[in-house]
C-alpha cells in the first residue's frame, strides 16, 4: 500500500499542475478539454479502483486506471510547456511504474 500511496502523491502533483496550466492563456482549447477530460478519467477510474478493492472486478479496474494515467501523462507532456515539464513528467512515469508494480497479481498489463 505505500507503494500506492506514493503514487498517489506523484499524481496528485501532477494534476496540481495541470490546474495551473489550465489557469494559463498559453493552453490551447484543445489542450484544456484533453487535460479536463483526462482528469475527469483519472478520478473516474481511481473511485473504480477503490471500489472493486478485491472483488471480481479488480483487475478491469486496475486495467482502466492505469490507461488512464498514460493518458494522462500523455496529455500533460503534450501541453505543459513550462520549464517543469520534464520533471512533472518524470514524477508521473515513476506514478505509473509504481502502480504497476502494486496492481495485483494476474491484473499487470
Do not use: W
Request: charged share 25%.
Amino acid at each position: 500500500m505505500m507503494l500506492l500511496s506514493a503514487a498517489r502523491r506523484s499524481l496528485a502533483a501532477g494534476l496540481a499542475a495541470a490546474l495551473l496550466l489550465l489557469g494559463t492563456a498559453a493552453v490551447a482549447a484543445e489542450c484544456r478539454d484533453d487535460l479536463v477530460a483526462s482528469q475527469d478519467s483519472l478520478r473516474t477510474t481511481r473511485a473504480g479502483v477503490d471500489q472493486a478493492a478485491e472483488g471480481p472486478g479488480k483487475c478491469p479496474a486496475h486495467r482502466s486506471h492505469y490507461a488512464a494515467m498514460i493518458k494522462f501523462r500523455d496529455v500533460l507532456a503534450r501541453c505543459d510547456t513550462s520549464k517543469e515539464r520534464a520533471g512533472r513528467v518524470a514524477g508521473l512515469n515513476a506514478s505509473i511504474d509504481q502502480f504497476r508494480k502494486g496492481m495485483p497479481a494476474g491484473c499487470r498489463p
